[in-house]
């Protein structure tokens, strides 16, 4: 099973600043089927990025994707009092697929 | 517009089953894969498992082997999650999600979400 770990597991920053998570897997995948998801409180995931670097429809191009191997990387610029959520990393390369923890972003 | 739409909270007792369903709005069913997402009160989101319609493939997550049925009707675009011998860490919110697939029926990511169905399992 992979194992992603993310970090940090609480972020707390500033309006228009840029923020960058981290999804660490524990065993080398294609970024082909690493993904990332915003969840708001009391909503539903929404995905944000597939194939590691792609947006999805509707996400502004302040959320990108990147990263290779085992470490993958979710940046927010210009930060919104509404990106306040928890991101989630996903992969699909390997069976089970997995979630990561979380990471919980707060803005001041 | 994709939407897809579940069955509403249900509170059962332990050793019982629970079938949650998530019907999907107009073409969003056919040719499409479906998975179960849970997510236990403050915790992180799991997979429980996936079907492929077209390809006639089904997997679970090992840890629901022998508890857990993921079924797909394309008669009526509704797919369902049934969930038996409950137990209190089965209490969960699931998440129906469409899942977006290559053409050899390896799945890559969710992109569709349905509102979720609160299942509490409790005496």
């Known amino acids: 099973e992979i194992v992603l770990t993310q970090s940090p597991g609480t972020l707390s920053l500033s309006p228009g600043e840029s923020a960058t998570l981290s999804c660490r897997a524990s065993?080398?995948?294609?970024?082909?089927?690493l993904a990332w998801y915003q969840q708001k409180p009391g909503q539903a995931p929404r995905l944000l990025i597939f194939g590691g670097s792609s947006r999805a429809t509707g996400i502004p191009d302040r959320f990108s994707g990147g990263g290779s191997g085992t470490d993958f990387t979710l940046t927010i610029s210009r930060l919104e009092p509404e990106d306040i959520a928890v991101y989630y990393c996903?992969?699909?390369?390997?069976?089970?697929?997995?979630f990561g923890q979380g990471t919980k972003l707060e803005i001041k | 517009q994709v939407q897809l739409v579940q069955s509403g909270a249900e509170v059962k007792k332990p050793g019982s089953s629970v079938k949650v369903s998530c019907k999907a709005s107009?073409?969003?069913?056919?040719?499409?894969?479906f998975s179960w997402v849970r997510q236990a009160p403050g915790q992180g989101l799991e997979w429980v498992g996936t079907?492929?319609?077209?390809?006639?493939?089904?997997d679970y997550a090992q840890r629901f082997l022998g508890r857990v049925t993921i079924t797909a009707d394309s008669s009526t675009s509704t797919a369902y999650l049934d969930l038996s011998s409950l137990r209190s860490e089965d209490t969960a919110v699931y998440y129906c999600?469409?899942?977006?697939?290559?053409?050899?029926?390896?799945?890559?990511?969710?992109?569709?979400w349905g509102q979720g169905t609160l299942v509490t399992v409790s005496s």
């Open positions: 999600a469409r899942d977006k697939c290559g053409p050899r029926g390896d799945c890559h990511h969710f992109d569709y």
């Open positions: 107009g073409d969003t069913f056919r040719g499409f894969a």
């Open positions: 079907i492929v319609p077209v390809f006639n493939k089904i």
């Open positions: 996903q992969q699909s390369g390997s069976a089970p697929r997995t």
């Open positions: 065993q080398s995948l294609s970024s082909s089927y």
